[in-house]
């Protein structure tokens, strides 16, 4: 197989990256929408894929498309090895055993996973689930559906004005009675960063198990899971420039060892009759069917892509993005920005006065700029902040200050237009 294409990332000088030619990596980011430069500014929903990518994924089509696991001949060892490549790969750039990687379509899938292999056999009436109140609904609903079947309790982990999880009210929460606690690592709607190492370390000496949700994490900062410890970190590929429907759920060994099959089917199993079947070993034990092979391609592409640029540098070059975008947002009358975290990635809510998010996000549309707007799967969050909507701008690396500086003058039009 041929190797995916490095990322063409240049590096000019050890610690600086030419931004431009990142940017033109992206094909997608040239087009033009209502006859207008496209401004993407949607990233935290999706993140747009580098040629490196596309032409990965293109790559296993033309070249070696095979199932895996499954075929002895030289197309399917090759598949196979690609798509082990990735859980290599991925668990390289996480910091954690590739053995303890389930690949899977990405959060939702990974979260439930944790949800009915891990939560559903153990817990029952008198356990407590702890969950933070900016979680996404995809780390709020699985439990409800585990509390809703074992009886057990939700306890909400409850945030301050400017974002942050109230630490004193949580060290309170964590009472005998909670057994697992889920938490994001970055907000989607905040950007908050949740300070997950202590967090992680508050709860298990409680002999509390700790899910982090890590969607919005691993695409934009260096994150070593081994270091954070926790019991369960999930991630989508999608967000990190890798195609829909990957992405995956890492575990601690113990617990996969002792977790049942959540789906049953093909390439989970080691032998199968009618009167019992041996399943197969973690982590092939959760991946029954056939995956998403050429997504995994591409997602191994990506975490080339990123790791060529470095994601300190990405973290870096977000935070001057956020910096400006924030400036710019605040120096606006009758802008409100929800969420200040003092630890806050590029993701940027905001209320206008007088404006529905909806409207200012269609006519920002008009202008060429795709922001998102509405409740961003998180409507406790915003039940807390006492809003129906808001929009949410939220950048990338290969955004640049002067898209910042289109978006806003767009902004001053529309909220012209709107009276
Ligand atoms: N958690 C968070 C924090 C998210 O931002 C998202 C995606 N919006 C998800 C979970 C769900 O990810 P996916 O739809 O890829 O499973």
Known sequence: ?????????????????????????????????HDKPLIYFDNANTAQKPTAVIEAVDGYYRRFNANVSRAVHQLGTEATEAYEGARKRLARLLNVRADELVLCS???????????????????????????????????????????????????????????????ALARAMTPDVRLFAVAHVSNLLGTVNPVRELCREARRRGIVTVVDGSQAVPHRPVDVAAIGCDFYAFTGHKMLGPTGTG??????????????????????REVSFEGTVYNDPPHRFEAG?????????????????????????????????????????????????GRAPDKAAVVSFLVDGAHAHDLATLLDLEGV????GQHCA??????????????????????HEEIDAFMAALRKVRRLLG
Request: glycine residues 8%; contains cysteine.
């Open 106 to 168: 990405g959060t939702t899938f990974a979260i439930n996973l944790v949800a009915y292999s891990w939560a559903l056999p153990r817990l029952g009436p008198g356990d407590t689930i702890l969950v933070s109140r900016m979680e996404h609904h995809a780390n709020i609903v699985p439990w409800q559906l585990v509390a809703e079947r074992t009886g057990a309790a939700i306890r909400v982990a409850e945030i301050h004005e400017d974002g942050t999880l109230d630490r004193e």
């Open 379 to 400: 409507h406790p969050l915003l039940q807390f902040y006492g809003v129906a909507a808001t929009c949410r701008a939220s950048l990338a690396f290969y955004n640049t």
């Open 290 to 338: 056939t995956p998403n092979i050429a997504g995994f391609v591409g997602l191994t592409a990506a975490a080339d892509y990123l790791d060529a640029i470095g994601l300190e540098r990405i973290e870096a070059r977000e935070a001057e993005l956020l910096a400006h975008l924030t400036e710019a947002l605040d120096a606006e009358d009758g802008v409100r920005i929800l």
């Open 1 to 33: 197989m041929n190797a995916p294409r490095a990322a063409s990332a240049p590096q000019e000088a050890p610690g600086a990256v030419d931004w431009a030619r990142v940017r033109a990596d992206f094909p997608l980011l040239h087009r033009a929408v």
């Open 370 to 373: 795709a922001i998102r707007s």
């Open 248 to 269: 995956a759920l890492w575990a601690r060994r113990e617990h996969l060892e002792t977790m049942p099959p959540f789906i049953g089917g093909g390439e989970m199993i």
